[in-house]
């Protein structure tokens, strides 16, 4: 049995968590390094750290703050945002991050990906795919790029595909429909992704209660479970979340 991981995800902007709506309508959530170590004594099994504005303001990812965060932990930090060649990601490797995350570099030169998973290895390799409803693309879902500012007019079920063609070692879909709303993962997008290839999936965007967490592991696949709003405002430990999902029969590490 696969063991699902716990992923807490520190959106990070001018130096600070933020935690927004729809990728919109920002709101402080505290500082990077204090709730990375916070989490790692919790339990996380991995953290993200994504740079939100980075490609918005064509700009790289800022090193300072990934360095920051990985000093103060021990568990895999993946990081994403302004990544755009594979100097952007041996610098980051070089910081000790453990994965990398791509997106809309990804979408404009596909063949990153293949570079990026020869050169480095696929299990470091993670593509981010956000999405929203689109009712003229075959799965009913098109890719987002530049923080969900810009359609990609790309049907994210072949996206996803491709990805995986060109050694992606993990996806990350995020509905930019759920996105902080508290109010479930979109499993019918989680899905569509985790339907198109065999690797791993990392569900993202809409976590509000505990039974959203089991549903995008029983429905929508996911092998790990990403939420960022649930625990910067302390709804549930991940302690909680593990203990919870253990008890509906999901393998997890306590």
Excluded: Q
Excluded at 187 to 208: C, K, N, Q, Y
Aim: glycine share 10%; hydrophobic share 40%; net charge neutral.
């Amino acid at each position: 049995m696969v063991i699902v991981k716990i992923m807490p995800c520190l959106d990070v902007k001018e130096g600070r968590i933020v935690k927004g709506i729809h990728f919109v309508d920002l709101r402080d959530a505290g500082d990077p390094v204090e709730n990375a170590r916070f989490y790692e004594k919790e339990g996380a099994d991995e953290l993200a750290m994504l740079d939100i504005a980075a490609t918005v303001e064509r700009r790289n990812t800022k090193l300072e703050w990934v360095k920051k965060v990985k000093n103060a932990i021990s568990i895999p930090l993946v990081v994403g945002g302004g990544i755009s060649n594979l100097g952007d990601m041996e610098e980051l490797f070089d910081l000790g991050v453990s994965k990398i995350s791509i997106n809309t570099a990804a979408v404009k030169r596909p063949k990153l990906i293949r570079n990026a998973s020869e050169k480095f290895g696929k299990e470091r390799i993670i593509v981010a795919i956000d999405g929203r409803r689109n009712v003229g693309m075959p799965s009913g879902f098109e890719v987002v790029i530049k923080g969900g500012t810009e359609g990609a007019g790309i049907d994210a079920f072949e996206w996803a595909k491709r990805c995986e063609e060109l050694g992606a070692g993990e996806l990350l879909p995020t509905s930019i429909d759920g996105d902080g709303t508290l109010s479930g993962y979109d499993i019918d997008f989680t899905r569509v992704i985790s339907d198109a290839v065999e690797m791993p999936i990392i569900a993202s965007g809409g976590a509000g209660t505990l039974e959203h967490l089991y549903e995008a592991v029983v429905k929508g696949k996911a092998t790990t479970l990403l939420a960022a709003s649930i625990f910067h405002f302390r709804k549930y430990s991940i302690r909680e979340v593990k203990e919870f999902l253990k008890s509906r029969g999901i393998d997890v590490r306590l």
